[in-house]
């Protein structure tokens, strides 16, 4: 599973495609294995709790989706 | 009515069942108790067990229900919190197989600090967070659904 979404996700970026990552809401202190796997590819990597930031210094900080 | 809401995730979360039906069983709790039950499967003679729900009913019975008492989930806790509910919440724990990690936790801890419900750590007894929660006026949950789409839409139209 996680190899795939690698696969599709490196595959998208040969092809152009643009990439926009949103980490869980769940997440608000803690990693992601999903979100590990695609943050070198991503266009934008949106985070919706500042504290991630830590992990994800890409992390565009946006607030919560809800 | 309580309303129980364990979420669909794949594993059981049988700890707050376990307390409900002792308080059930003791008389404590008197009033009609509705479980949305997901995959924990356990027989109640004072719990009414629903496995899945569809969401427009969830909704209605949640604007029935006096209490919410929520396994720590995003989505069935800000569902409870935007109906002004009373909500009692409780994370699922990896320790004890309810969930692959302690995500729940974290925001278990991050709702209490903004006031949206009373948190049910472990080695908390139910009965007391029930009589608090009369007291208990929770804060209105501040949506921020705009600001991410507008930046969304922004970058798309950028492309």
């Not at chain 2, 209490?112 to 929660?133: C, G, H, Q």
């Amino acid at each position: 599973m996680a190899l795939q979404l690698r696969q599709c996700a490196f595959l998208g970026k040969l092809l152009g495609v643009k990439i926009v990552f949103i980490l869980s809401y769940a997440r608000i202190n803690s990693k992601a294995l999903t979100a590990d796997i695609v943050y070198p590819v991503v266009d934008k990597f949106i985070i919706q709790w500042q504290d991630v930031k830590h992990y994800y210094a890409k992390g565009i900080f946006l607030g919560g989706i809800y | 009515m309580i309303l129980v809401l364990l979420g669909t995730f794949v594993t059981p979360f049988e700890r707050p069942l376990i307390e409900i039906e002792k308080l059930c069983e003791a008389g404590t709790i008197a009033e009609e108790v509705i479980v949305q039950s997901g995959h924990t499967i356990m027989t109640s003679q004072y719990m009414v067990m629903r496995p899945f729900i569809d969401p427009k009913e969830l909704t209605e019975l949640c604007r029935e229900a006096r209490i919410v008492i929520s396994h720590a989930g995003a989505a069935s806790l800000i569902g409870a919190i935007q109906l002004g509910k009373k909500v009692i919440a409780i994370a699922r724990l990896s320790k004890y197989g309810e969930h692959v990690d302690d995500h729940q936790l974290e925001i278990l801890e991050k709702f209490a600090t903004l006031n949206y419900f009373l948190p049910w750590r472990e080695n908390v007894a139910l009965d007391s967070l029930l009589n608090e929660i009369d007291d208990f006026t929770p804060a209105a949950f501040v949506s921020n659904k705009p600001r991410i789409m507008n930046y969304l839409a922004d970058y798309i139209d950028s492309l």
